[in-house]
């Protein structure tokens, strides 16, 4: 199930180029070129929300009431689609990019929730969204996807959508490592943890149930992180400034919690319990 929205021009407009609309996706090292014989895919990979959307440029047109729209836009054949079970925090990260894409290349909107076509409006859309997914939650019976408290997952994406620019800002003091996802296969509890290689500094990030330690023989043990911190807490600093419950483990203290490595064993977990899932499998509940 997707989100389609379409692109439109108006008529008074010189012709859209093509190449530079097909640039402005290829410039981002997120984004790839598919060619097919009836489409041209610009796919976005990303890797911090573990989520694939598309843009089309298609030969024919997609959009199935047509000739109840406008005569003033020109339909460009392009198109967006996005998944509609996922987090409403990544939806609009999607718009957000889309909305700026309207900007530079003077595109209108048209999508199942109007009737016309109209300026990109962020408000609508998002809205449309929420309700789309609402709908389809009620009518329908999923799997693979697991309701989380709203507040703590807008946190979380925040987090994992801020890894890259964590990294340029402590550079090489501190590791900045991405969410590792998983849930409880027995009652589909969602885990929230993070790897932490044993002595090295590190940025932990917010709302973890759980701590992945890898040894010195890089031997991973996962760990409650109610009992990692009940040890590690005192050799912590919390950076107030970004986000809540987010620390930092300097070098030095690094080095001295690696003396608690066997309670660590003693309280560990095989993480090969858990199932691994992706950040965009939890929606807001």
């Given at each position: 199930m997707a989100i389609t929205i379409h692109f439109f021009r108006n008529r008074n407009l010189k012709r859209?180029?093509?190449?530079?609309l097909i640039s402005y996706f290829t410039d981002m090292p997120s984004f790839r070129r598919y060619d097919a014989d009836d489409f041209v895919e610009l796919l976005n990979l990303d890797e911090n929300f573990e989520l694939?959307?598309?843009f089309l440029i298609?030969?024919?047109s997609r959009v199935n009431s047509i000739y109840n729209l406008s005569p003033d836009f020109v339909n460009i054949n392009?198109?967006?689609?996005?998944?509609?079970?996922?987090?409403?925090?990544?939806?609009?990260?999607?718009l957000k990019l889309t909305q700026e894409m309207c900007k530079i290349f003077e595109l209108e909107t048209y999508y199942n929730g109007i009737q016309n076509i109209e300026p990109f409006n962020m408000v609508k859309l998002i809205n449309y969204?929420?309700?789309e997914r609402m709908l389809y939650l009620e009518k329908n019976k999923v799997v693979d996807k697991y309701f989380f408290n709203k507040d703590k997952l807008s946190t979380i994406c925040k987090f994992q959508q801020n890894i890259?620019?964590?990294?340029?800002?402590?550079?090489d003091d501190y590791k900045v490592n991405r969410y590792k996802i998983m849930v409880n296969p027995n009652n589909d509890d969602v885990v929230i943890s993070v790897g932490w290689q044993l002595g090295t500094p590190m940025v932990f990030p917010p709302?973890?149930?759980?701590?992945?330690?890898?040894?010195?023989?890089?031997?991973p043990i996962m760990i409650p992180a109610d009992i990692f911190f009940k040890y590690t807490s005192?050799?912590?600093?919390?950076v107030k400034e970004f986000l809540p419950e987010m620390y930092l483990l300097k070098a030095k203290q690094a080095q001295k919690v690696k003396k608690y490595l066997r309670k660590f064993k003693k309280e560990s977990i095989p993480a090969n319990f858990y199932k691994v899932i992706r950040i965009s499998d939890l929606l807001e509940e």
């Open positions: 859209i180029e093509y190449d530079k694939s959307y598309r298609t030969k024919r392009f198109l967006l689609e996005f998944p509609l079970l996922i987090p409403s925090v990544m939806a609009r990260e999607i969204f929420e309700t890259d620019n964590l990294r340029d800002i402590y550079k709302y973890l149930t759980h701590v992945q330690i890898e040894d010195d023989n890089n031997l005192k050799y912590l600093t919390e």
